[in-house]
């Protein structure tokens, strides 16, 4: 098998097997590698957008009593950044990974449906450009939460709720078909002799993360548009006047949201493990059970999604079971940070910037798994409930997780997409500047939710000052401080140090046996796996 | 993977996926702009243009792209390899769809028999039965707790009437379109055209009767969108359900087009089985509506 590289657009006049010219060749890629590169830069986009809006946020919480902004606006702030960053930076981010290594690490010559492939990048600009004109209607943008509660989003919504619906269906399409591209791929395009047991880590869990993604996208698809026929059409699905409910609501929601939550860490995970061995020098310990762990985490996420709604009036029993089934997620997520660990016992470590924060994601995430397990203590979570503990919780998971996976995953992987080395001294200090900013943001929120002080709410009690202005010294350090990531990547792009072909001497994969940087067209025909 | 000399294709850059990302999200725009300006009652709206403008890009990108995988089909640059993609992303995408169904049927397991009966005030949280004292909860539910808010319906459909007939029609239709799969792995054109030809008008058989039960629903019974929950499930169910035989139906219409240019052959013919199994996709969605919403 090989693969027939089409080439009509431009052929006739030379064979060459470079990208197109001009601004068209991105609009009209169906390259994986041309449009792993645009998924990763409106991830880039959304994060500073949604960033933006934190630091507004944490301005505001600065000091206590109103400072900067309207309440209106402060809940249009939370709302928007929860979104963006969930939809428009961590799951994007994920995807333009998965496009650029996943062929390159299964010996592919491209994704299995490539101009399906660039449809569904394309789709998300679209649905941002939609959701995101609504903060500049006359009645705001959504300013329900990200988790858009009912009747919050329904009866009681601004008019850009349909708008913000329709933005939803339309990012859910895209990561449906972004899903069922990356299936495809995995299970029908791997060199010969690499088996399914054979497949990196990242593989792997993309894997079971798209199967995860298929399985919940169309949930929050019939979500929202129960909520838009509620809205639009009279019905009541989440209105008790007419026998609904608006527990209902929540349940969907949770359905899509507990499984969401691991698919925005599982391709963290993959990452991790490829990034901890090349540094330890030594190979992956427990690679089986690294993959039952996975596949047993994205099983327990679909039986777990009430200890979300603890306190919003579910029958003893119902508490009990999903306490119990959600602090059994503890133990696959434990065998993977022993896995870890055990990894780095005894190597031959070095701590280069993909070390540095893949290390910073052991350690931080277990501490964000900590707190997950105090949440999941049902009568405990009464306490916790809505309080900025929750918020904590969630960002160390997913900041120190998922991004600084993403992190961990483009120092790792810039010299081969780039073919140049990144400035390691900056990249250093970016990771410093990341680490003590976010434990300084986020950390004091354990404090102030434990006593009391609620989220979503644009002022607070006096006796939570020190640890607010704490928390946005915190936040504005760690949003500065992806600027520099920006200029280190653009400088890496631009020159440096050029990159040997495999730059990190304890990498293995596929992906380190093509030059860097990459060429336009790799693994036309597909390599030889032992 | 055995095949060592086949070929995987990759297509050149195409203008279809920003063609159709331009379609659909302004369709979903103009939409969400009407739907806005409709529960306003605001007198003029340009959400049906914006609407219109976005599904003529939609019906040419679907007419582009489609003949463009024809052609490529035809023009031999599939492998077999290519094929299994194709099943792997055909399956998947059911799949998902099958997902979405999931949705409106928890909605309508959750209401029947957890929060409906503790609004009648039965069970764990039956207390929530203060809120509108008296309310017993029934189903079909013919009385709402608030019922000027949404007035309820004075009976529902009986499902051995036209939904049994539409239920015989669907089954027949799965069967149909399978003698159709068959006569075509057997080289027999004729036959072929003649099943597909015979699901099709039983396909449009079911929507004329669904449309027959709309109309019934909404003058007689007093059964409409805005009739509680019942008819929030009926209708969000069945209407979906009907969308999804709507787009089945075309694409089996599609197929029938297809096969009358000789398009097809004994043993290269997925876009044919892909549509027998969408076609089979909402026929057991079917069976589900006639047990959980019509009969039970």
């Given at each position: 098998m090989s693969a027939v590289i089409d080439h009509t657009a431009h052929a006739g006049h030379d064979h060459h097997h470079g990208p197109a010219k001009g601004l068209m060749r991105w609009v009209?890629?169906?390259?994986?590698?041309?449009?792993?590169?645009?998924?990763?830069?409106?991830?880039?986009?959304?994060?500073?957008?949604?960033?933006s809006m934190a630091m507004v946020i944490r301005a505001e919480l600065f000091q206590p009593g109103m400072q900067i902004v309207e309440p209106e606006f402060f809940n249009q702030m939370t709302t928007m950044h929860g979104l963006i960053m969930?939809?428009?930076?961590?799951?994007?981010?994920?995807?333009?990974?998965?496009?650029?290594?996943?062929?390159?690490?299964?010996?592919?010559?491209?994704?299995?449906?490539?101009?399906?492939?660039?449809?569904?990048?394309?789709?998300?600009?679209?649905?941002?450009?939609?959701?995101?004109?609504?903060?500049?209607?006359?009645?705001?943008?959504?300013n329900f939460g990200w988790t858009f509660y009912a009747p919050l989003s329904t009866t009681y919504a601004p008019e850009s709720v349909t708008f913000f619906i329709f933005g939803v269906h339309l990012m859910g399409v895209s990561s449906i078909m972004g899903a069922i591209n990356v299936v495809a791929t995995i299970l029908n395009l791997r060199a010969p002799g690499m088996t399914l047991m054979k497949m990196p880590l990242f593989v792997w869990t993309w894997l079971i993360t798209a199967f995860l993604l298929i399985a919940v996208m169309p949930v929050l698809a019939g979500c929202v548009t129960m909520m838009l026929m509620d809205i639009h059409f009279g019905t009541s699905f989440f209105s008790a006047a007419g026998g609904g409910d608006p527990v209902l609501f929540q349940h969907v929601f949770w359905f899509f949201g507990h499984p969401e939550v691991y698919i925005m860490i599982l391709p963290a995970f993959g990452a991790v493990s490829a990034i901890i061995p090349a540094f330890a020098r030594k190979p992956l310990f427990g690679y089986t059970s690294m993959v039952y762990a996975t596949a047993s985490i994205a099983f327990l996420s679909f039986i777990v999604w009430a200890h979300h709604m603890f306190t919003v009036g579910i029958p003893l029993t119902g508490e009990l079971f999903f306490m119990y089934a959600t602090m059994l997620i503890a133990v696959p997520t434990g065998v993977k940070v022993f896995n870890w660990v055990s990894t780095m016992w005894r190597g031959s470590m070095t701590f280069e910037a993909p070390m540095l924060f893949a290390v910073a994601f052991v350690i931080l995430f277990t501490i964000g798994g900590f707190s997950g397990l105090m949440l999941a203590i049902a009568p405990a979570d009464f306490q916790y409930h809505d309080t900025y503990f929750v918020v904590a919780h969630f960002h160390y998971v997913l900041v120190p997780g998922a991004i600084f996976g993403i992190f961990a995953s483009a120092y790792f992987w810039l010299p081969k997409w780039t073919g140049h080395m990144y400035d390691e001294v900056l990249a250093k200090t970016h990771f410093w500047m990341s680490f003590i900013g976010m434990n300084l943001a986020f950390f004091p929120m354990h404090f102030v939710g434990l006593a009391g002080m609620p989220r979503r709410i644009p002022d607070y009690n006096l006796q939570f000052a020190d640890f607010n202005m704490i928390s946005s010294i915190g936040a504005f350090t760690f949003g500065a401080s992806q600027l520099l990531f920006l200029f280190i990547v653009i400088k890496c792009i631009r020159g440096g140090k050029p990159a040997p072909a495999k730059p990190w001497d304890g990498a293995e994969g596929l992906e380190w046996s093509v030059p860097s940087p990459a060429p336009y067209h790799t693994f036309s025909t597909p390599p030889e796996v032992k | 993977m055995s095949q060592t000399h086949e070929q995987y294709y990759v297509p050149a850059q195409s203008k279809w996926p920003i063609i159709a990302t331009i379609g659909l999200s302004t369709t979903l725009y103009g939409l969400g702009a009407w739907f806005n300006d409709l529960s306003a009652e605001r007198a003029e709206s340009n959400g049906p243009l914006i609407m219109f403008v976005g599904a003529l890009f939609l019906a040419y990108m679907l007419h582009g792209w489609f003949a463009d995988v024809i052609r490529e089909s035809r023009g031999g640059l599939y492998s077999a390899q290519m094929d299994r993609s194709f099943r792997w992303g055909m399956s998947w995408f059911i799949f998902s769809e099958v997902m979405f169904f999931v949705a409106f049927f928890g909605a309508l397991f959750y209401v029947r028999t957890i929060s409906g009966p503790w609004l009648g005030g039965e069970g764990d949280k039956g207390v929530t039965n203060m809120l509108w004292e008296g309310f017993e909860f029934t189903w079909p539910l013919l009385s709402n707790p608030d019922n000027k808010l949404f007035p309820p319906p004075s009976a529902v459909i009986d499902a051995w009437q036209l939904p049994l007939i539409n239920t015989i029609l669907l089954v027949t239709s799965s069967f149909t379109v399978t003698f159709a799969h068959h006569a075509l792995k057997k080289n027999k054109r004729g036959a072929l055209k003649a099943w597909l030809a015979v699901t099709l008008v039983l396909a449009v058989a079911f929507l004329a009767l669904q449309v027959e039960e709309y109309i019934f629903a909404y003058q007689e019974l007093g059964l409409t969108l805005g009739s509680g929950i019942y008819g929030a499930t009926f209708f969000m169910l069945t209407g979906f359900h009907g969308a999804h035989v709507t787009m089945g139906a075309i694409i089996l219409a599609v197929m029938l087009v297809r096969i009358m240019k000789g398009h097809f052959d004994a043993e290269q013919h997925f876009g044919f089985e892909a549509a027998s199994w969408y076609w089979h996709f909402v026929d057991v969605v079917w069976i589900g509506l006639f047990i959980f919403v019509y009969v039970l």
């Open positions: 009209l890629t169906t390259n994986h590698k041309d449009i792993g590169s645009m998924y990763l830069w409106f991830s880039f986009i959304m994060f500073l957008v949604g960033g969930v939809f428009g930076a961590v799951m994007p981010a994920f995807v333009g990974l998965a496009n650029w290594m996943i062929p390159l690490m299964i010996g592919a010559p491209d994704m299995a449906l490539p101009r399906m492939n660039n449809f569904s990048f394309w789709l998300l600009p679209a649905a941002f450009g939609i959701l995101l004109s609504t903060l500049f209607t006359e009645a705001g943008g959504p | -």
